[in-house]
Structure formats: C-alpha cells, structure tokens
C-alpha cells in the first residue's frame, strides 16, 4: 500500500484503520488533518507515527527534502489539528518538539523507521519532530 495518497486515506477512514493502520510489519500510520494555509480545506495526510507520554509523535521528514512538507507548513500556520487513529478521531494542538526534548523523540521515531536518520542526512534542513497533543 502507498503511504501517500487519497486511496489510503480514503481505505484507512472507511474501515477505521482496518486498512491502512499497519502500513508494514510494525509500523503504524495515522491521518493527520490540517487546514490549508491558503484554502482553509482539510488537508488529510497518512503519517507514521510513535506515541510518547500519552501523546502521538510524527517526522516532517518530506523523505529529506530541502522543503517542508505541505502538512507541516499548515499545521505551522495552524496548530490545530484533527487525527484519527484506527477507529479514534480527536482534536489535537500540534507542536515542533522542543530542542531538549527532540533527540529522544528522534531515537523513538528512528526505532520505527530507520529511513528517517536516512532522510536527516540528506538534507542541512534540521527535520521536525512533531508532537500531536490530544485536546479534550
């Protein structure tokens, strides 16, 4: 299955991430939805994700590009956000993790997907770890 794209978005929404959820053996994604800067649409993404002290943790890696990702430009605009994991859809307030905190969640993310440690080498653009807090 494609990571990107609407077809797994539209797969993981229709079963409740009973497709899509597990995208490979041990790694897991999620929908992350953010509001267009330019078109206030939502603007759903499927993202891998770890979850560290109760919150979910995403990579703006844009697979090592110079550039950002679209969803984090959004989100960086808008820090409210919309995720859905498996069957659980909630609001949450992104954040960019803080430079303290950062290199542990860097190893977290890096433990479900090497390729980000790949990515980070691939680029001088210091690559986001994303936190999505859930608001109740």
Same mark, same amino acid.
Request: glycine share 10%; no cysteine; charged share 30%.
């Given at each position: 299955?494609? %990571?990107?794209?609407?077809? =797994?978005?539209?797969? +993981?929404?229709?079963?409740?991430?009973?497709? !899509?959820?597990?995208?490979? $053996?041990?790694?897991?994604?999620?929908?992350?939805?953010?509001?267009?800067?330019?078109?206030?649409?939502?603007?759903?993404?499927? %993202?891998?994700?770890?979850? =560290?002290?109760?919150? +979910?943790?995403?990579?703006?890696?844009?697979? !090592?590009?110079?550039?950002? $990702?679209?969803?984090?430009?959004?989100?960086?605009?808008?820090?409210?956000?919309?995720?859905?994991?498996?069957?659980?859809?909630?609001?949450?307030?992104?954040?960019?993790?803080?430079?303290?905190?950062?290199?542990?969640?860097?190893?977290?993310?890096?433990?479900?997907?090497?390729?980000?440690?790949?990515?980070?080498?691939?680029?001088?653009?210091?690559?986001?770890?994303?936190?999505?807090?859930?608001?109740?």
């Amino acid at each position: 299955m494609a %990571l990107f794209g609407q077809g =797994h978005v539209e797969r +993981y929404r229709q079963t409740d991430g009973g497709e !899509g959820h597990e995208w490979r $053996p041990g790694v897991y994604t999620l929908i992350l939805t953010t509001k267009g800067r330019r078109s206030g649409q939502p603007r759903p993404t499927p %993202l891998i994700y770890g979850t =560290h002290d109760g919150d +979910y943790l995403v990579v703006a890696s844009k697979g !090592g590009s110079d550039a950002p $990702p679209a969803w984090y430009r959004n989100l960086s605009d808008d820090p409210e956000v919309e995720v859905q994991v498996e069957g659980d859809r909630f609001r949450a307030r992104a954040r960019t993790a803080g430079a303290e905190e950062k290199p542990a969640l860097w190893r977290r993310m890096a433990e479900i997907w090497p390729a980000y440690d790949d990515y980070q080498q691939r680029t001088d653009r210091d690559i986001p770890v994303v936190v999505l807090e859930r608001v109740e």
